[in-house]
Every structure is written in structure tokens, then in C-alpha cells.
């Protein structure tokens, strides 16, 4: 895919209302994201940028932009706040970054629905919902600064998925609102199923305008950290913990030792080699977690309300925060993103600890999946030497019975998900025929010979 | 156990105050539960009466005649409003019945919690809660009348179960308020885990006076029905829907036909011969419901938020309403109770089916168990014949795999239980000397040859 340069260079003269990015630095910095997470992903995306970044304030300035650039044929790669760790926001093939953070009005929230621009930061919209009794059901560590549009378009889920499974889940997301590329720009409302069609491809088949999601009751969120002396008891404590139906949790994170030895700010709640459990919980569920943790042998060493953690919370110490702060120590490190068996989760914990000590570090997530079984998700660091390496460590992990969800790849269908479902591609057809959105991102979606229309079955979508 | 008949008709004359009961009809009455449920349990117990019932209204009334039979050593049968089935409120031995529904003061709610006195019935909490944005975490299709402490000393859990698993689990009760039966009768506060030891052992231990439960944000409930023509799709809709993360639930019922043709007040919502489906979800949840239960080949017959429902809801088709509903249509009937396999209850479920059809009707109710499993639990309904063939029918379902629960038996060791953990045991010791306690249901407990104390470990109590 070649662009014009010229073409891209005239969108500010053509559209001087809108907010441009054009200095050379600014607009690489926007063209990055957390892909540096991986060496592989370091080295292959580095120098893309794109050639202007452009931050819409109104659904007409979007409309404005992507006009022109359907016009032009020039790519848009719509990006959040490039908190994602697999290039998702990085453009292959420069063009403009449709940078949504400015698109961010809180929109309302009734009967446990809420509904935002895509624009609007995690926190942001819990700040104004959890005075109407509700908040997000999930929040990624990099709650503070990404974007419900981001969260959707590049995200998993988070704290919170340990009660209400993956932001795939039935019942998660009730609509979008999409607006097409073409140069007569199209906005369609999708329900669910079909707005699920959008969901964690990266912003390739459709520009996400608008959310509404179904909501969590806000409650009062005790934060804890439990600690232990043995691998195994602090293991089958945080799975015991997690699949208890009658503690209400928001989050149960496993960090096998040495993992909580990199994380300074928390140094006087971990014992030097301890492994440590990171526990957020509702404040009636606080007993009964601590009995538990008791009877396993773990020392409570942590326990504050959200009033008392004030900004601090240790949210920012799970998912892949854990991968950052333990970076910032430790440069040589990078991670695995790995699938557990629901029905031998722990056991194969406990092997692949064995089998990769000193090499790999356990750091698991429990959650539920899409279908709802307890499960736990790894995000293991490992001692980074080579590529090759990097490639036999995962197979050990297969050889155990544990996906690889492969965060060392850009482009979708080498990713978790594999081989996408045809009507993500079909969308892609009817929403951006001429494949402008984060081109070299969706390996299935092919240029149609004739026009898209006519190819297009339609049926798969209620619109 | 010989009581003197002397004694027990000099309770009133000693404590004219009170609220005794000693018609002989009326006490009859008082001395019944619903194990006419059971055929077996029904030849067992009809004949079975207290001497008297007492209904008191304070603390002090209840300590008044504890110790009055105390002194006198006459049996007490702690009693709610006797919707147990099996037998748990029948007195064996005479003596008094000690009817707690009218120590029914609601106490506080705050940080998701609520306490109460053990007499209130389950209705009246929410009642009371509600208004607070707080709801019982568990309500058993007899909330209207059942009171918290008969769930607790008898019960299992009910709706809500699907979400909080069953009141026994980790964090559901926080507490209990507890009384000896000793002339002087002590007044102790015992904390979960300790609490648990008092769960579901029919009043044999000790008399609870209050409860301190864990309680759940109170949601806009939306009841259906979804109707299918095909047992298999309707049981796996049912299952998946039980377990889906992102859809929050109070009520999921599967009905295989003809039960559901045994419902006459909602025979224009099911066809004749339909399976069902009876659904309680959270108002944001329906719509991920339906597109399930459209996918499944499913309808939904019946759609009604509790307001548009008044005072019919659902509930009251579903747990052993179900039965009780049938059984007035069909006085033959009766039923069981069963514990599936988490990992194959679906297949399990279709197998019975087949195996036994025409003689026994499929009725599961979806639960988290104890330990967060997604399971379901049968409370099927049986044409009885014949005691023995009642027994064959359930080796037939533990050749499945499938664990019976026995509801045709009154005593606690012959139930699911089974053997009682010592503690419990060791708390009828310390809390009841003198074996006062409902007599005849405990097996493992033995009148201490010595003075109980000095048998006693006691270090299995935080009190």
C-alpha cells in the first residue's frame, strides 16, 4: 500500500478546524505502543510511524477525517492510548493516526448500562458512574490512561473478569456505534452479537464511535496482599480463592517468587522470595478471604480500603503492569501470554514451575473464560536471551497442555484467536472497502476484485 | 427420652407471660413440616407432636423457657415456619416447640451486610434491605414464609445460589448469635468458619437467635420463561446460560417435559409438552439471554420485570415449589434430590432421561457449589409405586454417577452429609449438654458419661 505523501500533507489544509499533529517526533510518538514489551516486536515495529496524527473532538470531525482519507485512499490507524502490547496502534503503512482520546464524553448510565465515546478513559468513566451506583466490570492495569474504545478494540478484560469472564463474554457488551470508511462515511448502531464482530481486531473493520456495555455495582473494594513461604499452598490458595462463589472479587493475582522481588514501592509488604497473592475484594468478602488465607498458611500483609489506598492502587502491580514494573528493574526481561486447562490448571502451574525455574517466573491471573469455567491466565516473565529460546520456552508450555497466546505477533490471525471468524472479514468488506484501517493487520481481508457489494452476503449482520 | 408430662404442662403456669400454644390441633400443626413430600418420611413422622409450643418474642423469653427446660430436661424443637422437607422441625420426643418466627426484628444493613433476628422470614428482610440497595443473597422458593434462621439450620440455598453458591459457602454467613441449653443459658457470638458448625443440623446444637449474612446488591430482576421443543437444546441453553460470566442471574430452572404441563397458572406461557426454562436475570442481561435462547432454538413465552410480575413471581414454580406445584395436580408423585458431576452433569442429565423416562420427570435447578463448581442439582419427580422400587431408582442414578441426596430420611448422618464433621458434634457437647436439641436426629451424639466439660476439647471454638 503506497500513499501520496502530498495527499496526507494537504488533510490540515483541507480540514484547518480540526486538532493536527504534524511534528515529526509527536506524531512517532503516537505511533507507537506498548509492543517494546516484546524483544520481537521491538525490533519489527520500532520505525514505523505515521505520516500525521489527528485527535477529532465530534463525531463530524471523525466524519471529516475519514472522508478525506477514503477520498485519498490514505490508511487511519485508530488508536486509544496505545496501551496495547502488540503493535495494535502502530500503522504498518503510515498514513494518519485517528488519535480518539479527545472523543470522550461520558454519555449515561441506567438500569446497569452505561454508554461512553470510545474516546473516554477506564477511569475516567468509573469517576462518573460510580456515583450512580455502577462502575466498569473490567479494568485492564493501564485503567488511568486507556480508552473504553481501546480497552474493546485491543483489549482482553482484566480486574474484574474473574467475576465477569472476558469483555467477549455474552451479556459484556450490549452495542457500538460504527462509522464506515467511505467517503460518504456511514454511522450504524450494531447490537450484540453482531457488535462483537469489532471487538479485539484491532480497530481493522470499522471505526468504533460510541459503547455501551453492561455495568458491575459499584461496591466498596478492600485491597490485600497475602504472602507464603510455599509455591504450592500460595497457588492453590489465590484458585481456591478465586472460584469461592461466596467472596465477591475483583481481582486474584498470583506472583511466584522471585516476581514480587522486583517491585520496589511494594518492598515492605514482601518478604524477600516470598510468592505473594494480590487480592482485591469486596469489603464483606474480607473475612472469609482472610480465614482462608489463614488456614493456607499465608500472612496477611497488606489490607487497605479504597480510602486508604488513596491514589495507589495495587491494580497497577497485576496484569501487565506486573510485565512493566518488573521491567523497569529488569530490562532483560519479557513475557508469555499463556491459556491454562480449567480442568488442571494448578497441576499444570506446578509442572511448568518445575520444568522452567530460574528461566520463567509464574504470574497467573485468575478469571473466567468466555463460557464461564474458572481458569487462570498466564503472564509469565522470562529471562530473555533469544528468539529461538523465546520459541522453545512456549513449546515447553504447549507440551504441557498450556496455550500460547502469542504476544510476540502483530497481525491477528497469528495472535490467540487464530483463524478469524468470516464474518469479522465480511464486515471489514462492508465497513472499509478499500482497506484502510490499520492495513497489514488482518491477514484474511483481501482487496475484492470487483465491487465489495457485490460480494458482500450481509445476512451476517442486523444493521 | 421420657419427658415428664407433668413438667411440660407447668411451663405455662411458670411463665404465664409467654406465648405458649397448648390446643392440641395447634400444636399438631406446629409440630409438621413439608416431609410429606416424602412417602416414606410421611408414614414416619404423622404421628410425631410436641406437648407444647411456645412463641417467644424477646431474647429474655427465649432464655426464660431454655432454662425452664433446662432444669426439667424437656426436648426442645426449634422450629421457623416448618417449610422444611425433611421432618427437621418434627419433634421425635415430645417436649416444646420453640417457634422463632415471632423473634423476627430486622437489624441493620451496611458495607453489604445485614443482620437479623433468626425469625424473620426471608420476604421481610428484603423487604427491609432493599430500600438500601442490598438484597439475601439466597432465597429458597418458600422465602415468603421461611424464615433466615430455619434456612440456615435447615436449608440449603435456593435462587441466588447460581451466583453465591450455597449458603454454606465461604463468606455467605458471617455470624451467628447463639444460645446454650443449660439452666443458665449463655449467649455467645460465634464468626464464621466457627458459625458453620451450626448450618444445616436442624437446631440439634444450639438455638440461634441472630444472623449476620453476607448480603447481594439489589438488582431490577427480569422473570422469562423460554420454551423449546427439544430436551437437549433446552438442557444445554440452561447450562451454558447458568454458567455465563457476563450475564448476571438469580434463577436458572430447567423443566423437562410433562413437568412443565403440571403448571396450570402458566399454561397459556408453555405449551403442551414443552421443556422450559425458568430465568431470573438483572435487567442488563436480557437481551444476551435472548440472543441465547433465540441461537438454541428457543422462545420466550413470558417476559416480566418485578414490577409488571406484582406479587406472582417465578420463583414460586421453581426448588421444591416445583414439586409442591406438582404434587397438587398429582397426589402420586414425589421426588429427589440429586448432586451431579460438574464436569458431565449435562451429559449425565440427557443419560437419566433416557434411562428412566415415563417414571421419573427431569426438574435441575443451576448452582455454583460449594467450592464454585458449575453444577446442577436435581430435584426430580418421581411416579411413586413402591418404597423399594423408590430405592432402585436411586441406584439408578448413582450408576450414573450422579450423587442422591436422600430426602426420605429425617436423620442428619442419613442425609447428604453423611458423617458429621466431629466439631459439630463437639459443639453439641459444649452447647447442649444435655442432648435437649431436637433428640433422635443426631446419631453421632452420645450422652457424655461424665460431665460433658471435662470431655471437651473446646479449642475448636473462637468463642
Redesign the interface.
Known amino acids: 500500500m503506497n500513499t501520496d505523501p502530498a495527499l496526507v500533507a494537504r488533510l490540515p489544509l483541507d480540514l484547518p478546524a480540526l486538532d493536527w499533529v504534524t511534528d515529526a517526533a509527536r506524531v512517532a510518538r503516537l505511533s507507537q505502543d506498548f509492543a517494546w514489551f516484546s524483544p520481537v516486536l521491538k525490533r519489527q515495529l520500532a520505525d514505523k510511524t505515521a505520516e500525521i496524527a489527528v485527535r477529532p473532538r465530534t463525531e463530524a470531525e471523525v466524519r471529516a477525517v475519514v472522508a478525506a482519507c477514503a477520498r485519498d485512499a490514505i490508511p487511519i490507524t485508530v488508536r486509544g492510548s496505545g496501551t496495547g502490547n502488540y503493535g495494535q496502534a502502530i500503522p504498518l503503512h503510515g498514513g494518519v493516526i485517528l488519535d480518539m482520546s479527545g472523543y470522550n464524553a461520558f454519555g449515561w448510565v441506567r ?3 452505561g454508554r461512553a465515546q470510545a474516546g473516554i478513559r477506564l477511569a475516567d468513566f468509573d469517576r462518573q458512574s460510580r456515583p450512580q ?1 455502577w462502575e466498569l ?1 473490567w479494568l485492564p492495569s493501564t485503567f488511568r490512561s486507556a480508552t473504553l474504545g481501546g480497552l474493546f478494540g485491543g483489549g482482553f478484560g482484566g480486574a474484574g473478569s474473574i ?3 472476558p469483555m467477549a ?4 457488551v ?1 452495542g457500538v456505534r460504527v462509522m464506515t470508511v467511505e467517503p460518504e462515511p456511514r454511522v450504524i448502531e450494531l ?3 453482531d457488535a462483537m464482530l469489532l471487538h479485539h481486531v484491532y480497530g481493522t473493520n470499522g471505526i468504533v464511535l460510541e459503547l455501551e456495555v ?2 458491575a ?1 459499584a ?2 473494594w478492600v485491597e490485600s496482599i497475602a504472602t507464603f513461604s510455599s509455591f504450592d499452598a500460595a497457588l492453590e490458595f489465590a484458585s ?1 480463592l ?7 472479587k475483583k481481582e486474584v493475582c498470583f506472583l511466584g517468587a522471585p516476581v514480587p522481588d522486583h517491585m520496589a514501592a511494594l518492598a515492605e509488604y514482601l518478604p524477600k522470595g516470598c510468592h505473594a497473592v494480590l487480592i482485591v475484594m ?4 474480607q ?3 482472610e ?2 488465607a489463614a488456614a493456607a498458611g499465608g500472612t496477611i500483609s497488606y489490607r487497605k480500603t479504597a480510602a486508604e489506598s488513596g491514589s495507589r492502587t495495587l491494580l497497577e502491580y497485576t496484569w501487565n503492569h506486573t510485565t512493566l514494573v518488573a521491567m523497569k528493574v529488569d530490562r532483560g526481561l519479557t513475557y508469555l501470554q499463556t491459556g491454562f486447562d480449567p ?1 488442571r490448571h494448578v497441576a499444570q502451574a506446578k509442572a511448568l514451575e518445575k520444568a522452567l525455574a530460574g528461566e520463567v517466573m509464574t504470574h497467573l491471573e485468575f478469571l ?7 481458569n487462570c491466565s498466564g503472564l509469565q516473565l522470562i529471562r530473555f536471551t533469544t528468539e529461538a529460546r523465546l520459541e522453545e520456552i512456549m513449546q515447553v508450555f504447549r507440551d504441557h497442555g498450556v496455550a500460547i497466546n502469542n504476544p510476540h505477533v502483530y497481525i491477528l490471525e497469528d495472535g490467540k484467536q487464530g483463524a478469524l471468524n468470516p464474518a469479522v472479514v465480511a464486515l471489514k468488506h462492508r465497513f472499509d472497502p478499500q482497506g484502510l484501517l490499520n492495513p497489514g493487520k488482518m491477514r484474511s481481508w483481501t482487496p475484492a476484485p470487483t465491487a465489495a457489494d457485490a460480494l458482500e452476503p450481509r445476512r451476517d449482520i442486523a444493521a
Chains 1, 2 share one sequence.
Open positions: 438500569g446497569g448500562t451506583g466490570r467475576t465477569y469472564g463474554a455474552t451479556g459484556n450490549l447490537r450484540a452479537p453492561a455495568l455495582p461496591l466498596d481456591a478465586g472460584a469461592a462463589p461466596g467472596l465477591v469486596a469489603e464483606s468478602s473475612a472469609g478471604m480465614d482462608m480442568a473466567r473464560t468466555k463460557d464461564g469455567a474458572f
